[in-house]
């Protein structure tokens, strides 16, 4: 599948690891390299200053841990975000339900689009 996300580098943290698995395939389909994966806060805040991202895309809560602390650090950075959760957009924290949200289950299609919103048309 050719998409303008061609070589973008995605931050995913993820809890649920058939979640992680799929998800990194649909990351692979669409021409996106893994900038780095955690299931856990702790991995992914010293992850996170290992790599530099180009989108991440964070479950909202990860083992019982709400993801916002890291958003806001990626925020920092400008790095386009986009929440993954099985809660929905009302299940958010009201300062970041302007970022895309993926619904989960979601589709490879649900992905890429929330993708292109979060980073724009040319990435």
Known sequence: MK???EGLNVFVVEDEFAVLLMLEDMLSELGCNLAGTASRMTEA?????????????????VAGE?????????????VPIVFSTGYGGSGMDPQWRERPILQKPYRIEDLQK???AAVGPKA
């Open 45 to 61: 805040h010293k992850l996170l200053g290992e790599t530099s991202p180009s989108v991440a895309v964070l479950d909202v809560n």
């Open 66 to 78: 709400p993801v916002y602390p890291l958003a806001a650090v990626l925020a920092s950075r400008n």
């Open 114 to 116: 929330a993708l292109l």
């Open 3 to 5: 998409t303008s996300l």
